[in-house]
């Protein structure tokens, strides 16, 4: 696939999708959204791939936000399509099957902290910058920022960093729980890898389901107690937990497939 705005290289069975717009600080526009999109549903679908970092290009920005530049003259109705369209990509990658981390090299500001949000691991650079400022110009968060960040940080903290547009760095960020680790600029892809090497040792059909459970304990009308009960149940049948078991009782490594 030929991306102008995203660049997508496979390690291993690691993807690592690159937002590639480093002149506007790899700000997303419509078609840089699309991309994204794009990516991560043919990563979710591949069986070669078994987790995907996503991050910025060069050392200065993982995502400075929507691109502003395309706000300009849109109706109310168009501005509801928007948000929707980015909160439908980025649910999407929250609930995909396969485990993404934000690699996050630099600002994280608006739609890039609420896409940084999405991924369910995130690790920074020290360098990293964290906000949601879009009070400043006269909006609110749109792709899910309003809600994630207070799941992530807590109430009080999530208000005070809507309200005030504050910039956090990447170390008051590890000391909120917004992200799993800190590294230095250099180090931050091995990091990623490494969390995702540890993680592709493990059954994936069980970190399929590890994602769907804790998803839903923040889905309107499912009981995730109810989810984990039938998802418990459910890897019963599978040759995953058959290989794992059996594994154990033998002493020797689990030779998962994911099925
Ligand atoms: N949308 C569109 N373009 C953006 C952008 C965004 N969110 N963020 C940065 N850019 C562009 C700038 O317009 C500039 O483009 P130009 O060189 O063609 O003028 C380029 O990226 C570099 O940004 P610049 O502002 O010159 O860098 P800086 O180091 O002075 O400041 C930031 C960095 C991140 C503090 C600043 O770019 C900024 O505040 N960006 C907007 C953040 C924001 O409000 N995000 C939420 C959007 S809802």
């Known amino acids: 696939m030929n991306y102008k705005n995203i660049l997508t290289q496979s390690e291993a069975e690691i993807l690592i999708i690159t937002i590639n717009r480093e002149e506007k600080l790899n700000a997303l526009n419509k078609e840089t959204l699309a991309e994204i999109k794009t990516a991560f549903e043919a990563a979710f679908s591949d069986e070669q791939v078994k987790g995907i970092i996503l991050t910025g290009s060069g050392g200065k920005a993982f995502v400075a936000g929507a691109d502003i530049s395309e706000f300009q003259n849109i109706s109310v109705e168009e501005g509801k399509a928007f948000a929707r369209n980015g ?30 949000m999405a991924c369910h691991l995130r690790v920074a650079s020290d360098n990293a910058k964290f906000g949601q400022p879009e009070v400043n110009l006269g909006l609110i968060p749109g792709y899910g920022g309003t809600q994630r ?20 760095n990447a170390q008051q960020a590890l000391e909120l729980g917004l992200v799993n680790y800190v590294t230095s600029l250099d180090g931050l892809i091995e990091k990623a890898k490494e969390l995702l090497y540890i993680i592709s040792t493990k059954s994936p059909v069980a970190i399929k389901e590890i994602i769907r459970c804790v998803d839903a304990y923040y889905t309107e009308g499912e009981d995730g107690f109810d989810t984990e009960i039938n998802q418990f149940g459910n890897c019963f049948d599978t040759e995953d937990f058959r290989e794992g078991t059996s594994a154990f009782l033998e002493k020797r490594k689990a030779n998962f497939t994911g099925k």
Do not use: H, R, W
Not at 87 to 109: R, W
Not at 151 to 159: D, N, R, S, T, Y
């Open 149 to 168: 960040l207070v799941q992530l940080v807590g109430k009080g903290k999530a208000m005070e960093l809507l309200m005030t547009a504050d910039m956090i």
């Open 87 to 116: 909160q439908d990509i980025f649910s999407m990658i929250e609930k995909g099957p396969k485990p993404v981390v934000a690699a996050v090299n630099g600002f994280a500001l608006g739609g890039g902290c609420e896409l940084a």
